[in-house]
């Protein structure tokens, strides 16, 4: 199963992609998360659907000092899957 996920509020410069990429990664998700140019965070996400649902419980809580006005989710085709490797952070240096 393959979800998009788009985060709003106060989501960068607050260690945001990192709690996420933590959080993939101990779920043994695979995929990505990056920094929007309007300020939100994007995340792609492909495993099992109980996997998928704890990280949008813990996208919905978010990260110390991050604050989370909204999650949106939305199904991808699994097709997408094929695209994504390991769980990584997306414009990291």
Same mark, same amino acid.
């Given at each position: ?36 140019? @309007?300020?939100?965070?994007? $995340?792609? %996400?492909?495993?099992?659907? &109980? ?5 949008? /419980?813990? !996208?919905?809580?978010? @990260?110390?000092?991050?604050? $989370?006005? %909204?999650?949106?989710?939305? &199904? ?5 899957? /094929?695209? !994504? ?9």
């Amino acid at each position: 199963m393959v979800r998009f996920y788009l985060v709003k509020g106060r989501v960068q410069g607050v260690g945001f992609r990192w709690f996420v990429h933590r959080e993939a990664a101990e779920l043994g998700l695979r995929g990505w998360v990056r920094n929007t140019e @309007s300020g939100h965070v994007e $995340v792609v %996400a492909s495993g099992p659907p &109980e996997s998928l649902a704890e990280l949008k /419980a813990a !996208l919905q809580k978010g @990260s110390r000092g991050s604050r $989370v006005d %909204a999650v949106f989710e939305e &199904e991808l085709d699994e097709s997408e899957d /094929a695209k !994504l490797g390991p769980f990584v952070i997306e414009g990291a240096w």
